[in-house]
């Protein structure tokens, strides 16, 4: 699967439908009824999140997944993760986060990882578990020692309203991290993915339509290998 390098790419969403030039990446609870109409504009990821982690088996989520594996309705697996703020048990998320693991690898498609307080536990995990497939962490705001630690070992970053924020260590950083290694994203907040790509682009003294291509390019290579 290849993209157009001529648009706006929301990295991951979960009610934000796409405006003119762009396309969303929408991340679906795992748990849900799961329709998922192909579009050229709308594709898919699924995973259970750990904050639901405890609402469906090990068993269950492979099945689930490989359902819409078989109906190529998504193209990544997650969101899942470790959050120790909030969510089940520790011991519960972690075998959750595991199963979406084995499944990636065997089907050999991206994760995207949810990661509260838990970066060096993720980190861990993705070394213990000889994964070979690209693994994302979704909204990172962490500092630019982890974030250089997660790309050194093979991580995309997706970053979300934080690098509009001058305050955020993020922000200070930006334009330092490696351009072929980041997406952006809006999450669950109700901001205009335009408006990160005008910040992000001026981070990385880039104009917007090669910013643009930059990110496709990112994606691209993500799902191609």
Same mark, same amino acid.
């Given at each position: 699967?290849?993209? +157009? ?20 990446? !929408? ?7 799961? #329709?998922?109409?192909? &579009? ?16 469906? &088996?090990? +068993? ?7 359902? %819409?594996?078989?109906?190529? &309705?998504? #193209?990544? @697996?997650? /969101? ?9 048990? $520790?011991?519960? !998320?972690?075998?959750?986060?595991? =199963? ?17 307080? =838990? ?13 070979? @497939?690209? $693994? ?6 962490? &500092? ?11 991580? *995309? %970053?997706?970053?979300?309203?934080? @690098? ?20 952006? /994203? ?10 990160? *790509? ?15 291509? !930059? ?11």
């Amino acid at each position: 699967m290849n993209f +157009s390098e001529n648009v706006f790419l929301n990295f991951h969403a979960h009610q934000q439908m796409p405006a003119e030039n762009e396309i969303v990446i !929408q991340s679906l609870f795992l748990q849900n009824d799961l #329709i998922t109409k192909n &579009s050229d504009k709308i594709f898919f990821t699924a995973g259970l999140h750990p904050w639901h982690a405890d609402q469906l &088996s090990e +068993s269950k989520i492979i099945e689930r997944l490989e359902t %819409l594996l078989q109906n190529k &309705s998504i #193209i990544a @697996i997650g /969101e899942t993760g470790l959050d120790k703020l909030k969510g089940v048990d $520790w011991e519960t !998320q972690k075998k959750v986060f595991r =199963a979406h693991i084995e499944i990636a690898d065997k089907y050999n498609l991206p994760l995207i990882v949810h990661s509260v307080k =838990a970066h060096n536990e993720v980190l861990k995990l993705k070394i213990e578990s000889k994964s070979k @497939i690209p $693994w994302v962490i979704h909204h990172f705001n962490g &500092s630019k020692q982890m974030a250089m630690d997660f790309i050194n070992h093979g991580f *995309y %970053l997706s970053l979300c309203n934080h @690098i509009n924020n001058s305050g955020s260590k993020l922000s200070g950083y930006l334009g330092e991290l490696p351009v072929n290694r980041i997406f952006l /994203e809006t999450d669950d907040f109700n901001i205009d993915i335009k408006d990160l *790509y005008s910040v992000a682009a001026k981070k990385f003294n880039m104009n917007i339509e090669n910013f643009k291509k !930059q990110l496709i390019n990112n994606l691209n290579s993500l799902l191609n290998g």
